[in-house]
């Protein structure tokens, strides 16, 4: 079964300061990544996903992930944190021939300090 | 593009009542998430359609949660009787086939049952 886990459910840094998000997951299959930002009041958006070719994804707002093998992870990064990252970030992954069903991670929830 | 589509936003009913989401995807997308959103359980899929089709259910609580998807175009969530722990937020996301896409989310209606 494929399961997603996120490590650290807060994470808080300044702003200008490098963003780590952890995500590891477990498939027994190559599996899809993704990851999503939710804002306040707000749904789900799509920051970058992962599907096959090139490990290292680039998203929106200056964010991306590097895909592992050796290591189930798909660590989401940003070299500089802006106020306006704020949110909660979801690690979800999925497989060909999943009918396109993700699982979500629990969540982690980023705070940008001044 | 005026994205996925749900209503109302905000629902206060009291126990025992019915409650009826709704929810709009884009055209052109051949599946159809419900997600329910609380603090406790995190982002969990209650149900899921193909092309208007009920694929998984298994995600629904009990009995007293049901969907329909009558068309491609239209699909509703009903809590019948609902109880105070069916607060929550509940989001409605629709996808294309190929899962490239990605999933997008509607913004949730937010349910208060006192």
């Known amino acids: 079964a494929q399961s997603v886990t996120q490590l650290g459910s807060h994470v808080s840094v300044s702003e200008g300061a490098l963003v780590l998000l952890r995500c590891n997951y477990s498939?027994?299959?190559?599996?899809?990544l993704f990851w999503y930002v939710q804002y306040p009041n707000q749904g789900l958006q799509l920051l970058l996903k992962?599907?096959?070719?090139?490990?290292l994804v680039k998203g929106i707002n200056g964010f991306e992930a590097e895909f592992k093998k050796s290591e189930t992870s798909f660590h989401l990064t940003k070299p500089s944190a802006h106020m306006s990252d704020a949110a909660e970030y979801f690690c979800?992954?999925?497989?060909?021939?999943?009918?396109?069903?993700?699982?979500f991670g629990a969540g982690t929830r980023l705070a940008v300090h001044p | 593009d005026a994205g996925v589509i749900q209503s109302p936003r905000h629902e206060v009913t009291e126990m025992g009542q019915e409650v009826t989401l709704r929810c709009k995807p884009i055209?052109?997308?051949?599946?159809l998430f419900w997600y329910r959103q609380t603090m406790m359980r995190g982002l969990e899929l209650l149900i899921y359609?193909?092309?208007?089709?009920?694929?998984?259910d298994s995600g629904m609580p009990e009995d007293r949660f049901s969907a329909k998807m009558p068309n491609a175009s239209f699909s509703t969530l009903k809590i019948q009787p609902s109880e105070p722990r069916d607060s929550a937020v509940y989001f409605c996301?629709?996808?294309?086939?190929?899962?490239?896409?990605?999933?997008?989310f509607g913004s949730g209606t937010r349910l208060t049952v006192v």
């Open positions: 996301a629709s996808s294309k086939a190929a899962l490239d896409y990605g999933y997008t």
């Open positions: 359609f193909n092309n208007n089709v009920p694929i998984d």
């Open positions: 992962y599907t096959t070719g090139a490990t």
């Open positions: 979800a992954v999925t497989f060909s021939g999943g009918y396109n069903k993700l699982i």
């Open positions: 055209s052109g997308h051949d599946y």
């Open positions: 498939s027994s299959v190559p599996p899809y």
